[in-house]
């Protein structure tokens, strides 16, 4: 798939899912505007990629909307609307609901909730005024079905579900088109940087991708009009089972990370 000359914002890119996403992109031929909170490690991937115009790194935290109103201004400057955006940069939260701490609470939907609509409403506008564009979302499979541990985490990637189903509909007829992108767990740091609150009960299941993984299915939700794509068997089997067995499911759950202790 190529993506030839295609300006493409990269949210939360400076390390896992969001930079290999960059790396892909940039392999496909498009001109990547990376942006998050770390300069150095932006600095280090445009260096590694060619700097601009391949990649273009632009310092930006998602949970401050002065800082992506800044952003978002010096790429409409530099080229007008991007082509697409993936709103990738995220934060986990790994704690019962009644150990989450008020703090960790509005961390977790500062960044995964407020941080993807800050960044997308910045570049609907020209999208829109253009006639065409792709707004890719990474949600996650506990966006599908909440499970013990995960429920701030999981209430916060279920918004983003909501968000994309309502945009499409304001965007009928404008050729600016939402997908979203479900993930199952994934081998980066995020694993080892996502909050942690109260005594660990069970163990998470270790990743089921590899952030390149993950990437290529980004790209290939930017190259169609796919509304959702959920990813792995297990994933898919997970987001089924909530649907026709929710009952099993949960006691399933509730018996596998919850009942049994480490």
């Known amino acids: 798939m190529r993506f030839d000359g295609k300006r493409v914002v990269v949210t939360g890119a400076s390390s896992g899912i969001g930079r290999a996403t960059a790396v892909a992109f940039v392999a496909a031929g498009a001109r990547v505007i990376a942006t998050a909170r770390s300069e150095s490690r932006l600095r280090s991937l445009a260096a590694e990629l060619g700097g601009p115009p391949r990649l273009t790194p632009l310092v930006a935290d998602v949970t401050d909307a002065a800082s992506v109103g800044t952003m978002a201004a010096r790429v409409l400057q ?144 930017a190259g169609s009009r796919r509304r959702e794509m959920v990813l792995t068997p297990e994933g898919k089997a997970l987001a089924w089972a909530n649907v026709f067995l929710p009952g099993v499911l949960d006691r399933f759950l509730a018996r596998m990370l919850v009942g049994r202790k480490t």
């Open 78 to 221: 530099d080229g007008g609307a991007p082509d697409i955006v993936v709103a990738n940069a995220g934060i986990g939260l790994d704690a019962l609901l009644v150990e989450t701490s008020e703090e960790a609470l509005k961390s977790v939907f500062e960044t995964n909730v407020y941080g993807v609509v800050r960044t997308l409403r910045c570049f609907v506008p020209g999208m829109v005024a253009r006639g065409s564009g792709r707004l890719v979302l990474v949600s996650s499979v506990v966006g599908k079905r909440g499970i013990p541990h995960y429920s701030i985490y999981s209430g916060s990637k279920f918004a983003l579900h909501g968000i994309a189903d309502a945009l499409r509909a304001e965007l009928s007829g404008s050729g600016v088109s939402v997908g979203v992108v479900c993930p199952a767990s994934t081998e980066t740091e995020f694993a080892d940087r996502r909050l942690r609150e109260g005594p660990r009960q069970k163990p998470v299941r270790p990743g089921r991708h590899t952030p390149e993984s993950v990437a290529r299915a980004i790209l290939r939700m």
